[in-house]
């Protein structure tokens, strides 16, 4: 049966507590004061920083003989900044299995919690999904409050709120939602924060877990949410208006409200010329099209539709495909799976076997069985170009792999008209989608004229004055 | 219920996917794949009798193996009461499915030009696969010979025949090229006139018996065929769909010029050759109460080359003199007034008088249409202009 | 979600004319020959003045159904409703066939199986059980597809292109006039499907003009087209049943590109499907209002009419001619009531109270 309150008696009240945590890396260590009054310290082994504890704890207040022992008076006699009080035993146990330690003295019907937690992190480096080459190098790690400080020192403003939430029943995980005050609707902040606290799971070991539950769409195939693993991006999106949510234990932030656009846009944007970056945002859309689309096509046109491809390219691929035994769709189905497997598989594997797996996907699987013939040269060419294309907006690579197979069980269904079916079918479900109250498909639909500058195309930022409007920010303007 | 009608949407997502699944595995909706089409690059049509002999010339796949590609060629004929049953005596007799997709050309034979080619080219007005932007042609002899022919052009006949029908040869004013399109509106217009160019393949000079077995595998190999050099400088006129006449290449090229086409073609006259650099043709219809005629061209020339020493300075100048350019203009008249005549006397309304009528004054054109060309008063002016 | 003035005005100037491209352009020239301009211009300033009228009865932000429940009572306007329904399904029947005509030529290169339209059901199943609304941001994207389609194709074939074809004017008479008036009331029944529409969107100042400007504006690139298309098929207009799929077909350059019209054909196809499923979705939406359909049964509803609609298509599978020349020719007079007449009742209704009221 948990204690409901403390009793004043550190023995006890530590016993008490160290009930509910009996694991063995919780420690208990007793001392008593110049005046003989006895203190009771409950932490967990790995994740408080010993030394950090006793130079600031321990020492002063085993040298205290002070009369006064209310809590306030003892906090002004520790070292530690970061220094309060808990009342409720299950509060403080989740706060030692936080790291932080938590102490009991005589009378108090308070624990002391001292902020000496010491997790360990690994350095900030360059993320790996997120690699520029030209701009800050700097990542998110693991650690939450690393991360709020790489923002923190990007955003030196008092508008700049950060508001700590705990998700989780057992992993009691810390989630930071951020915000810029005035720049962000406070609409998405209370709906941000109201469906984090609506969320009873008990462990949240990754902020990918949050998604679905952002999500207004939760078995949608495309992403509502949107995710960076960069700082700078993550402060460019709340100047922007948008929220932003740091979890403990993961380097993926999200971003709310998420626009299909943003992934065609990056980080160097605004390192190169305006033209460069507007012609590299429609080579990526370009680049995202082939690879949905081609794979389709190329199966529409042999079976459906020959008049597709000139006469010429016909006879080449028609002479590739004699004799291979299986029909167009079921060939480029089949190689396309093979990629799909190719991928998942040298992501998964060690780096110095991935090598050897692409050599052997590429030159093995790939031309044996050209020469075998169980495969003719230009699917492996289709699939492989729509392989490419797929990395070229990397953020949408899940969707966009999943939308080329369905596109080619349509293709290989009823031609170029279930292709273009099932892009209406895409289309209307993109438009209707819409998240925190902001559509999925702005600033095209519905359109916003305004923010047109900024999509596809992409203005110099010297004229890109206001805030995106399709986030309705109630700080319009960004710049004057 | 209401639970029930609240999971339907996601049951019937998983149905549909389950039947995109069925078909895109079972994959037949009556479609003719890529392996069971013959894809026919041209077709010559001859009539035999009441009937009709179509031979498509297909294209199939070069080379023995997977990884290379190419055009080569092969004929098939079929024979049937309409070219439609051709068509169908070419799939019963071989499996493969012919499509007219890619279908660019089409050569009709003498006895095909003979009677109303409208018999035949019907099939091709009327299906909605095979484009209307198809070029028509008429040939000496039979249509099966010309495409079946070895062109020392080209591996396969149906493009050695295009490279002589393309815009570069068009200019030159040497051929007159026509589409489906444009001979049916001719033939359904008001004028029922129309031509194509008119196809003599002419042996090369030189061309060792043997020799024409380049042709590529898969194609029917004719080791013993010779190789053939195509000409298309003359025009087949048609009236009312039938061959009315054959324009000379003279002829052709004042056509060409009337039309406007030529740019950089040549015009030879007493031992020169000048090139026309720039050209306007018209033909206007006369505002008079009588039916007249006038045909107009303006040419902008240089002198290119002739057949006699020139001094240094002649030949940095390339102007023309004053006696050249009357000559010239008097050459033009003439090939001018030669195919008027050529055309007032077959009846064909080969430069759409009757349509000009028709659109410039529907009452006149009420009037006048049953008037036989040869009746109209014509006028031409032709104009040869040297640079300044 | 809601549909804005903007995104109708966008449906008025790109998505209408783009549904008038396909039969319409051969029935024309059939009809009035090379005067085929003159009937089509007539209709377009008949509708737009029309979409003016329905525009300005949108200024009460009121649907058709709360219109007539307000002027008539609950079930005479159910009545109405319902026999707009009926009309908006009826009207729907011409484009679904177009629709599979197009299906059939500009998808295959052989006559493929009955079973690949049906799909399109599937499809309109879906989109009719969306909210109208959902449209506008369709129309969003679809209005610049559409521009982009149009002038594609008319850049395309502008080298084959003798506008003189066009000449002489009225040669056609009132004859051929009155013919193509007559033949074209199956393709502009615009004012119909904007009544649909109002109260679904707020009205802006100026709309009713600007949406009858906007609709001249996008009938300016329609009449563009029909004289393009005569100008390139002359007399064989008549033979060209899809007409926007096959008037490009003759740039020169085409054998050196490969078949690039087809991605503006692609494009205009993509967007007709679009506006052919509009009078279904008006239909279910007005159904759905009028009788107060629980929300689970809306789907259905939608179902439901796709499946008659299939049913209609399949039965009418082998005559296809007929039934289009029986729309065009014996039952175009059922199109005027429900543009025309039920508009300017309304706006007399409606106009009047609000002149007693001022």
Same mark, same amino acid.
């Given at each position: @049966?948990?204690?409901?309150? *403390?009793?004043?008696?550190?023995?006890? !009240?530590?016993?008490?507590?160290?009930?509910?945590?009996?694991?063995?890396?919780?420690?208990?260590?007793?001392?008593?004061?110049?005046?003989?009054?006895?203190?009771?310290?409950?932490?967990?082994?790995?994740?408080?920083?010993?030394?950090?504890?006793?130079?600031?704890?321990?020492?002063?207040?085993?040298?205290?003989?002070?009369?006064?022992?209310?809590?306030?008076?003892?906090?002004?006699?520790?070292?530690?900044?970061?220094?309060?009080?808990?009342?409720?035993?299950?509060?403080?146990?989740?706060?030692?299995?936080?790291?932080?330690?938590?102490?009991?003295?005589?009378?108090?019907?308070?624990?002391?919690?001292?902020?000496?937690?010491?997790?360990?992190?690994?350095?900030?480096?360059?993320?790996?999904?997120?690699?520029?080459?030209?701009?800050?190098?700097?990542?998110?790690?693991?650690?939450?409050?690393?991360?709020?400080?790489?923002?923190?020192?990007?955003?030196?403003?008092?508008?700049?709120?950060?508001? @700590?939430?705990?998700?989780?029943?057992?992993?009691?995980?810390?989630?930071?939602?951020?915000?810029?005050?005035?720049?962000?609707?406070?609409?998405?902040?209370?709906?941000?924060?109201?469906?984090?606290?609506?969320?009873?799971? !008990?462990?949240?070991? !990754?902020?990918?877990?949050?998604?679905?539950?952002?999500?207004?769409?939760?078995?949608?195939?495309?992403?509502?949410?949107?995710?960076?693993?960069?700082?700078?991006?993550?402060?460019?999106?709340?100047?922007?208006?948008?929220?932003?949510?740091?979890?403990?234990?993961?380097?993926?932030?999200?971003?709310?409200?998420?626009?299909?656009?943003?992934?065609?846009?990056?980080?160097?944007?605004?390192?190169?010329?305006?033209?460069?970056?507007?012609?590299?945002?429609?080579?990526?859309?370009?680049?995202?099209?082939?690879?949905?689309?081609?794979?389709?096509?190329?199966?529409?046109?042999?079976?459906?539709?020959?008049?597709?491809?000139?006469?010429?390219?016909?006879?080449?691929?028609?002479?590739?495909?004699?004799?291979?035994?299986?029909?167009?769709?079921?060939?480029?189905?089949?190689?396309?799976?093979?990629?799909?497997?190719?991928?998942?598989?040298?992501?998964?594997?060690?780096?110095?076997?991935? @090598?050897?797996?692409?050599?052997?996907?590429?030159?093995?699987?790939?031309?044996?069985?050209?020469?075998?013939?169980?495969?003719?040269?230009?699917?492996?060419?289709?699939?492989?170009?729509?392989?490419?294309?797929?990395?070229?907006?990397?953020?949408?690579?899940?969707?966009?792999?999943?939308?080329?197979?369905? @596109?080619?069980?349509?293709?290989?269904?009823?031609?170029?008209?279930?292709?273009?079916?099932?892009?209406?079918?895409?289309?209307?479900?993109?438009?209707?989608?819409?998240?925190?109250?902001?559509?999925?498909?702005?600033?095209?639909?519905?359109?916003?004229?305004?923010?047109?500058?900024?999509?596809?195309?992409?203005?110099? *930022?010297?004229?890109?004055?206001?805030?995106?409007?399709?986030?309705?920010?109630?700080?319009?303007?960004?710049?004057? | 219920?209401?639970?029930?009608?609240?999971?339907?949407?996601?049951?019937?997502?998983?149905?549909?996917?389950?039947?995109?699944?069925?078909?895109?595995?079972?994959?037949?909706?009556?479609?003719?794949?890529?392996?069971?089409?013959?894809?026919?690059?041209?077709?010559?049509?001859?009539?035999?009798?009441?009937?009709?002999?179509?031979?498509?010339?297909?294209?199939?796949?070069?080379?023995?193996?997977?990884?290379?590609?190419?055009?080569?060629?092969?004929?098939?004929?079929?024979?049937?009461?309409?070219?439609?049953?051709?068509?169908?005596?070419?799939?019963?007799?071989?499996?493969?499915?012919?499509?007219?997709?890619?279908?660019?050309?089409?050569?009709?034979?003498?006895?095909?030009?003979?009677?109303?080619?409208?018999?035949?080219?019907?099939?091709?007005?009327?299906?909605?696969?095979?484009?209307?932007?198809?070029?028509?042609?008429?040939?000496?002899?039979?249509?099966?010979?010309?495409?079946?022919?070895?062109?020392?052009?080209?591996?396969?006949?149906?493009?050695?025949?295009?490279?002589?029908?393309?815009?570069?040869?068009?200019?030159?004013?040497?051929?007159?090229?026509?589409?489906?399109?444009?001979?049916?509106?001719?033939?359904?217009?008001?004028?029922?006139?129309?031509?194509?160019?008119?196809?003599?393949?002419?042996?090369?000079?030189?061309?060792?018996?043997?020799?024409?077995?380049?042709?590529?595998?898969?194609?029917?190999?004719?080791?013993?065929?010779?190789?053939?050099?195509?000409?298309?400088?003359?025009?087949?006129?048609?009236?009312?769909?039938?061959?009315?006449?054959?324009?000379?290449?003279?002829?052709?090229?004042?056509?060409?010029?009337?039309?406007?086409?030529?740019?950089?073609?040549?015009?030879?006259?007493?031992?020169?050759?000048?090139?026309?650099?720039?050209?306007?043709?018209?033909?206007?219809?006369?505002?008079?109460?009588?039916?007249?005629?006038?045909?107009?061209?303006?040419?902008?020339?240089?002198?290119?080359?002739?057949?006699?020493?020139?001094?240094?300075?002649?030949?940095?100048?390339?102007?023309?003199?004053?006696?050249?350019?009357?000559?010239?203009?008097?050459?033009?008249?003439?090939?001018?007034?030669?195919?008027?005549?050529?055309?007032?006397?077959?009846?064909?309304?080969?430069?759409?008088?009757?349509?000009?009528?028709?659109?410039?004054?529907?009452?006149?054109?009420?009037?006048?249409?049953?008037?036989?060309?040869?009746?109209?008063?014509?006028?031409?002016?032709?104009?040869?202009?040297?640079?300044? | 979600?809601?549909?804005?003035?903007?995104?109708?005005?966008?449906?008025?100037?790109?998505?209408?004319?783009?549904?008038?491209?396909?039969?319409?352009?051969?029935?024309?020239?059939?009809?009035?020959?090379?005067?085929?301009?003159?009937?089509?211009?007539?209709?377009?300033?008949?509708?737009?003045?029309?979409?003016?009228?329905?525009?300005?009865?949108?200024?009460?932000?009121?649907?058709?159904?709360?219109?007539?429940?307000?002027?008539?009572?609950?079930?005479?306007?159910?009545?109405?409703?319902?026999?707009?329904?009926?009309?908006?399904?009826?009207?729907?029947?011409?484009?679904?066939?177009?629709?599979?005509?197009?299906?059939?030529?500009?998808?295959?290169?052989?006559?493929?199986?009955?079973?690949?339209?049906?799909?399109?059901?599937?499809?309109?199943?879906?989109?009719?059980?969306?909210?109208?609304?959902?449209?506008?941001?369709?129309?969003?994207?679809?209005?610049?597809?559409?521009?982009?389609?149009?002038?594609?194709?008319?850049?395309?074939?502008?080298?084959?292109?003798?506008?003189?074809?066009?000449?002489?004017?009225?040669?056609?008479?009132?004859?051929?006039?009155?013919?193509?008036?007559?033949?074209?009331?199956?393709?502009?029944?615009?004012?119909?499907?904007?009544?649909?529409?109002?109260?679904?969107?707020?009205?802006?100042?100026?709309?009713?003009?600007?949406?009858?400007?906007?609709?001249?504006?996008?009938?300016?690139?329609?009449?563009?087209?029909?004289?393009?298309?005569?100008?390139?098929?002359?007399?064989?207009?008549?033979?060209?049943?899809?007409?926007?799929?096959?008037?490009?077909?003759?740039?020169?350059?085409?054998?050196?590109?490969?078949?690039?019209?087809?991605?503006?054909?692609?494009?205009?196809?993509?967007?007709?499907?679009?506006?052919?499923?509009?009078?279904?979705?008006?239909?279910?939406?007005?159904?759905?209002?009028?009788?107060?359909?629980?929300?689970?049964?809306?789907?259905?509803?939608?179902?439901?009419?796709?499946?008659?609609?299939?049913?209609?298509?399949?039965?009418?599978?082998?005559?296809?001619?007929?039934?289009?020349?029986?729309?065009?020719?014996?039952?175009?007079?059922?199109?005027?009531?429900?543009?025309?007449?039920?508009?300017?009742?309304?706006?007399?209704?409606?106009?009047?109270?609000?002149?007693?009221?001022?």
């Amino acid at each position: @049966m948990q204690p409901e309150k *403390l009793t004043g008696d550190p023995a006890r !009240d530590g016993a008490a507590l160290r009930a509910l945590l009996p694991a063995q890396d919780i420690l208990t260590f007793r001392f008593s004061d110049a005046r003989g009054r006895a203190y009771v310290c409950l932490f967990a082994d790995a994740l408080t920083d010993k030394q950090l504890l006793a130079e600031q704890v321990f020492l002063p207040l085993s040298r205290y003989a002070g009369e006064q022992t209310e809590a306030h008076t003892l906090a002004q006699h520790t070292l530690s900044p970061e220094v309060r009080t808990e009342g409720a035993p299950e509060r403080l146990a989740e706060e030692v299995l936080a790291g932080n330690p938590v102490l009991f003295w005589e009378g108090a019907d308070e624990g002391l919690v001292v902020g000496t937690k010491k997790v360990p992190v690994r350095a900030v480096a360059e993320p790996p999904t997120d690699v520029a080459i030209k701009g800050p190098r700097e990542g998110f790690i693991e650690d939450v409050k690393t991360n709020t400080s790489l923002v923190r020192r990007r955003l030196k403003t008092g508008e700049l709120r950060i508001e @700590m939430l705990t998700v989780g029943r057992r992993s009691a995980t810390s989630v930071a939602l951020c915000w810029l005050e005035g720049t962000c609707r406070a609409a998405v902040v209370e709906e941000v924060r109201d469906r984090l606290s609506a969320i009873d799971i !008990d462990a949240l070991p !990754d902020s990918s877990y949050l998604t679905r539950f952002l999500s207004s769409r939760p078995y949608s195939l495309v992403k509502q949410v949107g995710t960076t693993e960069k700082p700078d991006i993550f402060c460019a999106k709340l100047a922007e208006g948008r929220a932003g949510i740091l979890v403990d234990g993961s380097p993926i932030a999200l971003t709310l409200p998420y626009l299909l656009v943003e992934d065609f846009q990056s980080a160097e944007d605004n390192f190169v010329p305006a033209f460069r970056a507007t012609f590299t945002r429609f080579l990526r859309l370009f680049a995202l099209l082939v690879a949905i689309y081609l794979p389709a096509f190329y199966v529409a046109a042999q079976l459906f539709k020959l008049q597709l491809l000139p006469v010429k390219l016909l006879l080449t691929i028609a002479g590739s495909i004699r004799d291979i035994p299986l029909s167009p769709s079921l060939e480029m189905l089949l190689v396309l799976l093979v990629l799909e497997v190719l991928n998942e598989a040298s992501i998964r594997m060690p780096k110095y076997v991935g @090598m050897a797996l692409s050599v052997v996907g590429a030159l093995v699987l790939g031309e044996t069985a050209v020469s075998a013939g169980f495969v003719s040269t230009p699917a492996i060419i289709i699939v492989a170009f729509s392989g490419i294309g797929l990395y070229a907006v990397p953020n949408l690579i899940e969707e966009t792999s999943v939308l080329r197979l369905v @596109m080619l069980l349509a293709a290989g269904s009823v031609g170029t008209y279930g292709i273009v079916l099932l892009s209406a079918l895409v289309l209307v479900y993109l438009v209707t989608t819409e998240n925190f109250g902001v559509p999925l498909a702005a600033p095209f639909a519905p359109l916003v004229a305004r923010d047109l500058k900024d999509c596809f195309l992409k203005y110099n *930022l010297r004229s890109l004055k206001m805030r995106p409007a399709s986030l309705a920010s109630p700080n319009k303007r960004r710049q004057t | 219920m209401h639970a029930f009608l609240k999971r339907l949407p996601m049951k019937l997502w998983i149905l549909l996917f389950a039947l995109a699944v069925f078909t895109f595995f079972s994959n037949d909706f009556a479609l003719v794949d890529i392996q069971k089409t013959a894809l026919v690059l041209a077709a010559g049509i001859d009539r035999e009798g009441e009937a009709f002999s179509l031979t498509a010339q297909i294209a199939v796949p070069k080379g023995t193996d997977r990884t290379t590609g190419g055009t080569s060629s092969v004929e098939i004929e079929g024979k049937g009461a309409t070219v439609s049953d051709c068509l169908t005596d070419i799939y019963a007799r071989t499996g493969w499915v012919p499509k007219l997709i890619y279908c660019d050309l089409v050569v009709l034979g003498e006895s095909a030009a003979a009677g109303d080619v409208f018999d035949c080219l019907d099939f091709f007005l009327r299906n909605e696969y095979i484009p209307d932007a198809c070029l028509l042609a008429a040939c000496e002899g039979s249509a099966k010979e010309l495409i079946s022919s070895t062109s020392a052009i080209d591996d396969t006949s149906a493009l050695a025949l295009e490279k002589l029908f393309s815009a570069a040869a068009e200019k030159s004013g040497q051929v007159m090229t026509t589409t489906l399109r444009e001979f049916a509106i001719g033939y359904y217009g008001k004028s029922g006139s129309g031509y194509m160019p008119y196809v003599r393949a002419e042996q090369q000079e030189g061309s060792a018996q043997g020799q024409g077995g380049a042709r590529s595998s898969g194609g029917t190999q004719q080791p013993q065929q010779e190789e053939k050099i195509y000409s298309a400088r003359e025009t087949a006129i048609f009236s009312g769909g039938r061959l009315a006449a054959l324009l000379s290449a003279e002829e052709t090229f004042a056509f060409s010029l009337l039309e406007g086409n030529v740019y950089a073609g040549t015009l030879t006259e007493g031992g020169k050759t000048y090139v026309i650099l720039q050209e306007r043709g018209s033909t206007q219809i006369g505002e008079a109460d009588a039916p007249a005629v006038t045909l107009r061209v303006d040419c902008k020339l240089q002198l290119y080359g002739e057949d006699s020493t020139s001094s240094p300075e002649r030949l940095a100048k390339g102007t023309l003199t004053d006696a050249e350019e009357a000559r010239l203009s008097d050459l033009l008249t003439r090939r001018l007034q030669a195919l008027w005549e050529r055309c007032a006397r077959a009846d064909c309304d080969l430069l759409f008088v009757r349509r000009s009528l028709w659109r410039a004054s529907p009452a006149r054109y009420a009037a006048w249409k049953d008037i036989p060309l040869s009746d109209y008063a014509v006028t031409v002016l032709a104009r040869a202009e040297g640079l300044r | 979600m809601k549909l804005c003035s903007r995104q109708i005005l966008f449906f008025l100037a790109a998505v209408a004319p783009v549904g008038k491209m396909v039969l319409m352009p051969a029935r024309l020239a059939a009809a009035a020959g090379n005067d085929l301009l003159f009937p089509a211009l007539a209709q377009l300033l008949v509708q737009a003045a029309l979409i003016f009228g329905v525009l300005l009865l949108s200024r009460r932000e009121r649907t058709l159904f709360s219109l007539l429940e307000g002027a008539a009572g609950k079930w005479f306007a159910r009545v109405v409703c319902l026999l707009f329904s009926l009309f908006l399904l009826f009207a729907a029947l011409l484009p679904v066939i177009e629709q599979k005509i197009m299906v059939r030529s500009i998808f295959y290169d052989t006559i493929p199986a009955h079973l690949v339209f049906t799909p399109f059901f599937l499809f309109s199943a879906y989109l009719c059980s969306r909210p109208l609304a959902a449209l506008g941001r369709m129309w969003d994207i679809l209005a610049p597809l559409a521009a982009v389609g149009i002038a594609g194709i008319l850049l395309l074939c502008t080298g084959s292109c003798d506008l003189a074809a066009l000449a002489p004017a009225g040669a056609a008479g009132w004859r051929g006039f009155g013919s193509g008036m007559t033949v074209t009331c199956s393709w502009f029944y615009d004012s119909a499907l904007l009544l649909g529409l109002i109260g679904r969107f707020p009205y802006r100042k100026g709309l009713a003009w600007k949406g009858a400007l906007c609709y001249l504006a996008g009938g300016a690139a329609l009449l563009l087209f029909l004289a393009v298309f005569y100008g390139v098929f002359g007399e064989i207009a008549v033979l060209q049943t899809l007409g926007f799929a096959r008037v490009s077909a003759f740039f020169r350059a085409l054998p050196v590109l490969g078949r690039i019209d087809y991605l503006f054909v692609f494009a205009l196809a993509f967007v007709m499907t679009f506006y052919v499923i509009l009078p279904m979705q008006e239909a279910v939406g007005t159904v759905a209002e009028a009788f107060g359909s629980p929300a689970p049964l809306a789907p259905l509803l939608s179902v439901g009419v796709n499946l008659a609609m299939l049913a209609a298509v399949y039965a009418l599978h082998f005559s296809p001619s007929a039934t289009v020349s029986a729309m065009t020719s014996s039952l175009f007079w059922i199109y005027p009531i429900f543009t025309a007449a039920l508009p300017l009742l309304l706006a007399l209704r409606f106009g009047r109270r609000h002149a007693r009221i001022s």
